[in-house]
C-alpha cells in the first residue's frame, strides 16, 4: 500500500511538471509570436525603394518626417524590450546576456547618432532631416524642394563626420 501511494505521488508530480512545462512552451511561444518588428535592414529596404519609385505615400508637408520617426520610435522600443527581456531573464546564458547588453549599447550609441546628425542638419538651416544608418551606408533625406550642390556637400561633410563613414557611402535624398 504504501508503495502504491508513493508512485501514485511521483506520477502525479510528474504529470504536474509535465503540464507546468507545456503551459510554460506555450506562453514563450506567443510571447515571442506577439512581436510584431520591422527590423532596421527591411525598414532602409522599404525607404530605398520608395525613395527609387519616388513614392513616399505620405501627403506633403512633412508627415512623412514624423511617421517615420513615430515608426522608428516604435521598432526602437520593442527592440530595446527584447534586449532587456533577454539580459532580464534569469534563464538565459551568460554569453547571451552580455550579447544582449551589447547590442543594447550599440542601439543607444546608434540613437544618439541620429539625433545628433539631424540635429547638426536642421542647424544648417533645414526644416527637417532624418539619418538613417545600414551596412556602413548612411542615408540622409532632407525636407527641401531641391539641394544644391553646395547644400549636398554640407550635408555630406556633416555626416561623415559625425558618423565617422566615407562621404561616398552617403546618401542626401531632398523630399519636401
Known sequence: MKRSKKTLWIALLLLLAGVTAWVISGLERERQTSYDVLLDDELQEVLTGMAEDG???YDEGGAFFIEYRLQRDRVRAQEMEMLED???NPNASAAAKEEAENMLIELVKLMEQELLIENMIKAQGYEDAIFFYRNRIATVMVKKQELSEREFVQITETVA???GVDK???QVISRY
Do not use: P
Open 86 to 88: 533577454i539580459i532580464n
Open 55 to 57: 513614392d513616399w505615400g
Open 161 to 163: 563626420g559625425v558618423a
Open 168 to 170: 561616398e557611402e552617403i
